[in-house]
């Protein structure tokens, strides 16, 4: 994401955000893992299936210190009512974000551009850890500031939750989110 650098022009802007959807959903990825490196990662899927077992299961792998890596090391952030600052602080937050926020599944969408600034329209789904696993989407927007070299030295984001069960869900399992059409209502 780094490597895309301002003053943006429109397709270096969509590219940005595109990345950024990209980096963020990589906490999403499944994939077999031997169960004695389970320690090693956050949240099997299915924790009861590790006792004694020593097969492969698969895993919801989050990387919050991979994501961490693209803001500046002074970063400052403003997240609902969380104000943070710099790379640590970041990953301790995506870390307790993404307890709560289970099978989390992002789309961004640019908004508008000038510069080293863009603004994106964002919607994620993810099941509540805190709310007895509830469907829910998150409508928000975001304002971002980039340094010379790329990285992301601002993040403003205001969002709302809305319950939607499983019947209101977009992506579900397999779908690419870019594929999803949104109608004016969604904006």
């Known amino acids: 994401m780094a490597s895309i650098k301002p003053p943006f022009t429109l397709p270096t802007a969509h590219e940005k955000v595109k990345a950024a ?3 963020w959903n990589t906490q999403s990825d499944t994939r077999p893992v031997p169960v004695h490196l389970i320690p090693f990662y956050h949240t099997p899927i299915n924790a009861n299936q590790h006792k004694g077992d020593s097969t492969d299961t698969t895993i919801v792998h989050r990387d919050p210190a991979r994501v961490a890596q693209a803001y500046t090391s002074t970063s400052i952030w403003r997240n609902r009512s969380h104000f943070l600052q710099g790379r640590a602080e970041i990953t301790d937050f995506l870390i307790a974000k993404w307890e709560k926020e289970k099978d989390y599944r992002l789309r961004k ?7 080293n600034k863009i603004a994106v329209q964002f919607w994620y789904e993810y099941r509540d850890a805190h709310d007895s696993l509830i469907w829910k ?5 975001e304002h971002w500031t980039f340094a010379d070299d790329g990285k992301m030295e601002k993040r403003q984001m205001s969002g709302n939750d809305v319950v939607i069960g499983e019947e209101g869900r977009w992506y579900k399992d397999g779908v ?5 059409v949104l109608g004016p209502k969604d904006f």
């Not at 969408?109 to 510069?115: G, N, R």
């Not at 989407?137 to 927007?141: D, F, P």
């Not at 690419?176 to 999803?180: I, K, T």
């Open 21 to 23: 959807q990209a980096l």
């Open 109 to 115: 969408e640019l908004f508008a551009f000038q510069d």
């Open 137 to 141: 989407r998150c409508y928000g927007i």
């Open 176 to 180: 690419d989110v870019d594929n999803v």
